[in-house]
């Protein structure tokens, strides 16, 4: 016999997860097994290992103190050399003591929805959103996720008018709303949220009096033209900062999501004693902890190393976009990120009914479709809980090759034969 929380958590075993390791045990190679799976529709960084495996291999042998028990929130040089990392980031000084490390950004956004939510109240998320968060946020918590839809003729931008609606119609229901919880830069759409959108929002949080919780997992992966600008920025945030909460992790930028490493931070003095409490249920392991303090001692590597990703990011992005083009394949352009949203609306089995619940399930053959007969993995749009089917995630972050070879085999789909000498629409293309 098992809890009903355990039922719960068995129920939201996501088809992604098992599209994800089918396409990673039988992979595509262009000489062994040209029928393999292209895995487009996992959100890793593969474009960097030579930079990172390189930087492993010199940070020296372990210790026995590698193998002892450390703090469980962080170790203190750890939690150091992160602060002053995101204090640079953030605009803002951020203290050692500001920052839980915890078991990856799911543990980081699992230990804000326990802390600031008691089971059954609201938080509220743009939409379309990482699709995880119903997980990460709610799995564990009993928090409750209420989508603010954006609009896809904008190009799904986040708008502080939206999410404004949403908590009053959330609020209206009778739903007792905590926070506000988003992505910024943005997953799926890749979109960076300007220093006035962020004002605006936190206008908003403010007046309905509720906490925000920015996941800032790719925060150093912007390519685009637009700085990053980090929801502590004081430049956007002076009179919030203490109900502002950051995520943030070395899954993204450091290309090492397997390390499961993940940051809170916080200037709220209960929320991260809080935090602290909850890291002794996801700690990371002291040889890990580590490793990752001397990956970050020599802060003219770090610097060097993120500026290769990011131009590393924005060439394979421009590739990515550069075969969507040729193949006429509609998509939103990203800024920063490791994906593309991409619209494949016209490809539904049964387009004049591609709204509601009928778009959806079409959304999901196609889905299957993709996976069955081309063997490439990308996500569809109902993951993130887009407010229209036919949106799809493709990550751009496997190398240049593959996904030339995964967009070919979409583009000589039966459906998208009819649409290839189409001209390609930029959804909402970004200023």
Known sequence: MTSRQAERLL???????DAHFRAEAEPYDPVSRPGGYLNLGTAENRLLWDLVGERLKGLGEFTEAAARYAPLHGTEVLRERIAALLSATFRGPLAAGEVVVI???????????????DPGETIVVPAPYYGA??????GRSGARLWPAPLPAAAGFRLTAGAVDRALTEA?????VVRAVALSSPSNPMGEVTGPGTLAELLDVVRAHDVDLISDEIYAHAVFGPRAFTSALDPAVNREWAERTHVVWGFA???AL???????LCSHAPRVLAAARALAYFAPVSTVTQDLLAALLADPDWVRGFLAEGRRRLAEGWAHAAGQLDAHGIPYVPAEAGFSTWVDLRRWLPDPEAAHGPAGFAAEERLWREL?????????????FHSPQPGWFRLCHTVGAPLVAEAVRRLAALPHAAAEREQPTTRIGDRP
């Open 257 to 263: 999501p397997g390390w499961k490493a993940g940051v």
């Open 133 to 138: 968060f119903d997980t990460d946020l709610a």
């Open 252 to 254: 993204k930028d450091f």
């Open 371 to 383: 996976l069955d007969a081309a063997r490439v993995n990308i996500l569809p749009g109902a993951v």
């Open 103 to 117: 078991s990856g950004a799911t543990g980081a956004l699992d230990a804000l929805a326990t802390v600031l939510c």
């Open 11 to 17: 129920a939201d075993t996501p088809a992604i997860a």
């Open 171 to 175: 609020k209206r229901a009778g739903a």
